[in-house]
């Protein structure tokens, strides 16, 4: 098959990959939710080799990520997993979890979910590192993310950005704490949330 291809994911990557040298940098598995077509897998895994990445999506991304995957043939990415956050999780556990442009795509009882749901399979101390556009106070931090908003909507009515305060309730609910709130192109962030002790 063709292998699925998303130009954001080449953009933002370098980015992202930043933030992750400095917070996965004493990590050793990590569980990326919503892996997308597996480019970020891939580029993340190949830099850092200590690493291991474990990729999991919903079955219809299955394939798409399995080309990738594939094809670079890295040491450190077992075969992805099945997982719709609202089913059932992979076992653990994991010391790092990071997820990119999905909260704006889940429903919210979804983004409820994957919080509830970190306990379980993630140590104590583990890292959370989550990329996208988040609004502040009830509001956008820019225009492009009003439009952006807005072009979410009208697709379905269940997606849409997210305010941080919101999820870092959710974080908080959960155990994490937040640690670091990147600026990064475009108008989004990375944030990253640890989990009880260091």
């Given at each position: 098959m063709d292998k699925p291809h998303a130009p954001s994911c080449e953009r933002n990557r370098e980015?992202?990959?930043?933030?992750?040298?400095?917070?996965?940098a004493d990590r050793r598995r990590v569980l990326e939710i919503?892996?997308?077509?597996?480019q970020h897998a891939v580029h993340f895994a190949?830099?850092?080799?200590?690493?291991d990445w474990q990729c999991s999506d919903r079955a219809e991304n299955l394939p798409g990520i399995r080309a990738w995957l594939d094809e670079a043939a890295l040491p450190n990415t077992p075969a992805p997993l099945q997982l719709d956050v609202a089913g059932p999780w992979p076992s653990g556990p994991f010391d790092a979890v990071f997820s990119a442009n999905t909260l704006h795509i889940m429903a919210w009882h979804e983004v409820e979910a994957l919080f509830a749901?970190?306990?379980?399979?993630?140590?104590?101390g583990a890292r959370l590192a989550i990329y996208g556009p988040f609004n502040h106070g009830g509001r956008y931090t820019s225009d492009?993310?009003?439009v952006f908003d807005q072009w979410l909507k009208a697709r379905d009515t269940h997606m849409g950005i997210r305010d941080a305060e919101a999820v870092d309730a959710l974080a908080?609910?959960?155990?994490?704490a937040l640690v670091d709130d990147v600026a990064m192109p475009a108008n989004n962030r990375c944030r990253v949330w640890r989990r009880g002790r260091r």
């Open positions: 980015p992202i990959l930043e933030v992750l040298r400095r917070h996965f919503g892996s997308g077509t597996g190949a830099t850092l080799t200590w690493l749901q970190l306990p379980a399979v993630v140590a104590d492009s993310n009003a908080m609910a959960a155990g994490f």
